[in-house]
């Protein structure tokens, strides 16, 4: 079995006192073809993407060089000890791939994003929109967590 490790972000801006949670529409990949067993053309979800060995040095340089790929955002926010992992199995070609996915919280301050080419669009959405969107489970949770560490530590 293949093993592949990717880091992503939960990308916020704090709007008055309203966080909202910006989500990339993603065309249906090798990686993602289904939903609960039905067929997809495209779904939302976070900044994520692989560790490249010749150039992270860690999980932060990953982190910001997705970020900067995929949003044009630069001018970020690491909110640590936030950090969950999740993983998950799917099928390629080639087989079945073993993927873990680390999160970070990132605020940003302004709203301002410049998709790379991978990606269809995006929204800034507050945290009970961004969670019907989220089509997986496990995000949802990761979203989750991190509404409430920004409602326990950030908004008051």
Do not use: C
Not at 43 to 64: A, M, P, Q
Not at 116 to 127: A, C, Q
């Amino acid at each position: 079995m293949l093993k592949e490790r990717s880091v992503g972000a939960i990308i916020f801006y704090i709007k008055g006192t309203t966080p909202l949670f910006l989500l990339l529409r993603y065309p249906a990949s090798e990686e993602i073809t289904t939903i609960d067993g039905a067929p997809v053309d495209e779904y939302w979800e976070f900044v994520k993407g692989h560790v490249e060995s010749t150039i992270d040095t860690d999980e932060i340089d990953t982190l910001t060089r997705e970020i900067r790929e995929e949003t044009g955002i630069t001018n970020i926010e690491i909110h640590q000890p936030f950090r969950e992992e999740i993983n998950y199995h799917f099928m390629r070609s080639h087989g079945v791939v073993y993927k873990e996915v680390v999160f970070y919280l990132v605020e940003v301050k302004s709203q301002d994003v410049k998709l790379s080419d991978e990606h269809i669009s995006h929204d800034w959405l507050p945290y009970g929109k961004a969670h019907v969107l989220t089509p997986f489970e496990k995000s949802k949770e990761v979203l989750k967590k991190a509404n409430e560490f920004i409602e326990g530590r950030l908004v008051k």
